[in-house]
T-cell receptor, first 113, second 115 residues
Framework: GENVEQHPSTLSVQEGDSAVIKCTYS??????FPWYKQELGKRPQLIIDIRSNVGEKKDQRIAVTLNKTAKHFSLHITETQPEDSAVYFCAASGRNRDDKIIFGKGTRLHILP | DAGVIQSPRHEVTEMGQEVTLRCKPI?????LFWYRQTMMRGLELLIYFNNNVPIDDSGMPEDRFSAKMPNASFSTLKIQPSEPRDSAVYFC?????????????FGAGTRLSVL
């Protein structure tokens, strides 16, 4: 089955700097890659997703890139702000839209003042 | 829509007791997922249903765990008997299917403490 590896497990960046979180997946049939943000004590919520027919997607300060050949994808957050402090999960899912999604272990992002 | 609704929000019980967690998915969604979250193991998929039918229960840790979805608007996750190592936050999520079918909407979670 699918296995998703996520790095780093913890990341601290100065406010205003950029943060990058990287994930790899094992199943070449996976074609949907969402990213979820979980604030302390809250539920995970989708922040951005990408499908395998595109290589990059941007939404304001957040961007995701996908390299299907290498089976890795990354989340980029620019001009980080205190409210970006949270745990971020990458995930991968198969071709069937009712497929389960497999989550990485998460990255705890700290934005330093 | 009120979103995915889970109850109770917090549950404290003693080892050996039966625990039942409840979930109401978003109306019209056709898939429902149960997850367990701990610091050590992250977010683990326990079981998921599609159109009320269990599709994959390979993540259910052992026979003490069971889940049902008797209709499209209700699911339960039961632990009997409970053990201290079951202490975790349990999330339920649902997806719509269709063009945006993969987006998972999570409930607020149930924080379970087994003493």
């Amino acid at each position: 089955g699918e296995n998703v590896e996520q790095h780093p497990s913890t990341l601290s960046v100065q406010e205003g700097d950029s943060a990058v979180i990287k994930c790899t997946y094992s199943d070449s049939a996976s074609n949907y890659f969402p990213w979820y943000k979980q604030e302390l004590g809250k539920r995970p919520q989708l922040i951005i997703d990408i499908r395998s027919n595109v290589g990059e997607k941007k939404d304001q300060r957040i961007a995701v890139t996908l390299n299907k050949t290498a089976k890795h994808f990354s989340l980029h957050i620019t001009e980080t702000q205190p409210e970006d402090s949270a745990v971020y999960f990458c995930a991968a899912s198969g071709r069937n839209r009712d497929d389960k999604i497999i989550f990485g272990k998460g990255t705890r992002l700290h934005i330093l003042p | 829509d009120a979103g995915v609704i889970q109850s109770p929000r917090h549950e404290v019980t003693e080892m050996g007791q039966e625990v039942t967690l409840r979930c109401k998915p978003i109306s019209g969604h056709n898939s429902l997922f149960w997850y367990r979250q701990t610091m050590m193991r992250g977010l683990e998929l326990l079981i998921y249903f599609n159109n009320n039918v269990p599709i994959d229960d390979s993540g259910m840790p052992e026979d003490r765990f069971s889940a049902k979805m008797p209709n499209a608007s209700f699911s339960t996750l039961k632990i009997q008997p409970s053990e201290p190592r079951d202490s975790a936050v349990y999330f339920c999520a649902s997806t719509a299917g269709g063009l945006r079918g993969n987006i998972q909407y999570f409930g607020a979670g149930t924080r379970l403490s087994v003493l």
